[in-house]
């Protein structure tokens, strides 16, 4: 019997916390009920009698699982499962993929219940739809298509958590399944904003069509769709109409539930509230990328003690956490009921039944009856998905006795780390772990899982092991490689060392051309991949080194000839064949504790396959592996696959087409490419056209879509803090937490101190910081701003021009500090067009004013170290170049003869002109990034109190370098330090001009 976990959840308000009552099976005890407290969202436990009067109408509604809790600044919103569909089965455990979620604030009593009356009328409503559908004698495809994208389940569509698809009760529930069951399975929020076809900005709806959506939406949940395509869209007036109405609701759900919160916000990142959640419904819910079972461990592969009952442990004790989606959401839950620690699993869950024939029949005649027979999990109640008359005849008789019935299996599950969106993820992260890892394992068994072998294939996809990134503003941009070679190396390994542990061997397959843009990053992976495999050898560590294989699928499939894949498993087959699967003996029991006594063989290696975006190449080459090791594993059985009449085993073809399509969806937002070949095995010019649509599509979510996106899936993961919605609204861009920011800036230090000291022993280092700087020396103004790196040592102050994406100094300026004559600290406003950008605590900065010396000096590092240095240098300590030995002032002139006194400069003028300026600026105290780099060091200076300190030390130093020609005593020397605007609010926003103002909002009104 699995460990107690709340399957049916009661959601209310009540006077000082939105409670969640878990709903036990008749007969039993239910679970302790939990609060969340309105403001400061604190989770607690709470007794029956504190529980609100539930009794009146739309004071409650039903969920099936708590995702978590997550807070914008002083905004807590609740999200809870309000459909689901099973498209699974696990040891007859349903598996089911979310199809809805609500979103329910806890601010205060008043918006909580608004939330949750409109949240229980949207669910009755979507019922009562729903029943009325039902009843007519045909119901158009349109319709069905339309119920599935807006969450509301089919006629039968919904097992109950408490049967297996079978239809055989499961063992320890013993509640009768009851049309209540079946209405609360249809619920869900059907007219909110989920409603808006998934678009993730305001432009992206265009290209969701009611059609597309769909389509994909039924792919992603494991039903292939074979509709005629004339029965797909509605026609435009209805689009239309529907649409307009889809539009009308969304902004009525964003008003109950988060306009009283953006309009008392204090932040200036709540404004983009209701975009997150719109994106956290759409995410969530009707993207149907997360999976979930309430009884077995989807998390682990079968070698990994997974797809099995937990026993007494909870199910959130044993998740993989690798692949546990909402563990962050979930820890304010940790302490007060972990019944409602539901793990949930991004990726795609897609299963299918075949026949085979021990002796398939010799017949020529096409209409005798398949040997091999399909038998998928679409629902019954679907129309354009039922099977044909003749099949569900067929299935329902007992099988020959050379006959016998299988189940396949395909789980896929993507990691959390380095996750993300497409061009915004690319590469690999400081420990190793790949943009768009994607773990698939394909199981065989028969559907009793009990009288037969269990059979477990395990594949890897992930992105190139490498720190590269691309632009998205091309249709194919060039990779570029960051980073040094030896923190790509280190990188590289530690990726391989984790594979090597989790999988054993590993085969990387690479998948990028030989020739053209590709070719830099394939070559790095491949040189990188040699000294993996020479430091391992040199170690002593032999048989720990990765095999590599350089596929140009490009090269070899040209010509729409993509059945050459076949000759990369010519390359591959004997070494997948030597690896095996992972073998689950028939004898051992369904599940239970001691499954790991039943595993009778292990496979000992993985294939880890990657192109570019690891999506269309990728998907091909692994169902062809999957495929290979299939018909192995029916040999097993005592089945050839060859020997059967049906060899188009379209069964198969769709659902590893539906396993791409879901896992392209969640990464580039788009169904996979060549996906014509993986379902048909043919490629034609049709095939073409819509790789082209979907190239399109996805060059326009990358430019468009992508960034606010990518910015929400991060705070939802716990990557980053709620700042990084301020951080988004100044730049419309998000950061990428490959490298440790903390880690970077210590090492940008240490490297910078290397390079530019170059007698260490003369000069005694001080400190070093990262700070602002303008682009252009000797100016305030000059944008963009760049993370420069400062070091003071007792003669002298550096300014270094750090290069972060190869991690090198490109140049850096020398000050002598006996030259400086001054420093002035204060409001420090470079622009006004976003609030923390205006923010006058914050921008905070300081500008040393010094006259050039001869050891005044600037270098440039363009291979060599070329120098520019003061007006009485001779060389800049020997290594001046010819521009070096030019005075930065030219000498008075002597060609006005007696008149030179009049119209030469001044002495004082002249003195102001060779003065010099070297601005800073704070960079901000408090940062979005959860930087688990940074070392622990107490509480955090402010902009001003770093401007401060640093200020401070350089007069003082600047004092003992300068030493007073008269001793003054007592009397205090006088302080260099001036306090006042550098750049004040008012100039600010004078100098901003209009077109900088409508770009911002341009792009503001774009991205979000």
Known sequence: MPASLARKLLICAAVDGLIIQPLAPKGQRPSQAVKVRYGDAAVSSTTRDQLPDVSTPNASFEAFGVIGLFTVSRL???????????????RGYPVYVVTDVALTPCTSQAEAESAVRHTSVQLRRAASDNNKTTTEDEVSDSETDAASLFGRDEPDEVQSDRDSVSGKETAGEAEPKRDRDDEEGRSSIAEDVIKRKGSYGRFAERWFSHRGWVQDSRRNMGISDTAPQNQD?????KAKK??????????????????????TA?????SLLPKLLRMAHIWFGTSHSFYFSYDVDITRNLANKGLSTTGETPLHRVAEPLFYWNRHLQKPFASANQDLLLPLMQGFVGQREFIVDRNPPQVDSDKAPESLELSDWTPSGSAAA?????????????????????????????AIKRAGLRYLRRGIDEDGYAANGVETEQLLSTPSWSDSNIFSFVQVRGSIPLFFTQSPYSLKPAPILQHSEAANLKALSRHFDNMTRRYGKVQAVNLVEKHGVESVIGEAFERNVATYNETKEKDGKQGEEIDFEWFDFHSACRGMKFENVSLLLDILGSKIEDWGSTVESASSPAGGGNQAASITSTQRGALRTNCMDCLDRTNVCQSSFAKHMLDLQMKQEGFDMSAQRDQVTSWFNTLWADNGDAISKQYASTAAMKGDYTRTRKRDY????????????????????DYFSQAAIDFLLGNVTSLVFDEFEDTMMTKDPAVSMAKMREQAIETSQKIVLENPEAE???????????????????LPFEEVVLLLTDTALYLCRFDWKLDKVSSFERVDLAHVVGIKVGTYITSTVSPAQADEGKNIGLVVTYEPGKNDIKRVNTRSLSSISGPASSGGKGRASAEGDRPSTPPPSTAAGILAPIFSPSKASTKQAQQKKIAFKALYALSSMADSGAKPSGRVLSEQEQIDIIASEIERLAFINQPLEKPTGDAE?????????????AEAKRNTGLLETWGHAVKKLVWA
């Open 764 to 782: 005694d280092f001080i400190g070093g910081w990262t700070i602002l700087s303008p682009h252009h020396s000797d100016t305030i103004k000059s």
């Open 233 to 237: 869209a509605p026609t435009d007036a």
């Open 242 to 263: 529907q649409e307009s109405k889809d539009k009308k609701l969304s902004n009525t759900v964003v008003a109950e539930t988060a306009s009283h919160g953006v309009n």
């Open 76 to 90: 807590s919103y609740l999200i809870t499962v309000t459909g689901r569909q099973q498209v699974a089965q696990i």
């Open 386 to 414: 039922s099977p044909p008359p003749e099949r569900q005849e067929r299935a329902s008789v007992d099988l020959r006795p050379s006959e016998k019935k299988f189940l396949i299996t395909i789980v896929s599950r993507r």
């Open 973 to 985: 020397r006088q302080s260099i330090v001036e306090r006042g605007d550098i750049i004040s609010l």
């Open 266 to 270: 204090v932040s200036t990142g709540e």
């Open 686 to 705: 049709r095939g073409m056209v819509n790789d082209l649509g979907l190239s399109l599509t996805r060059f326009y979510n990358g430019m468009v879509n």
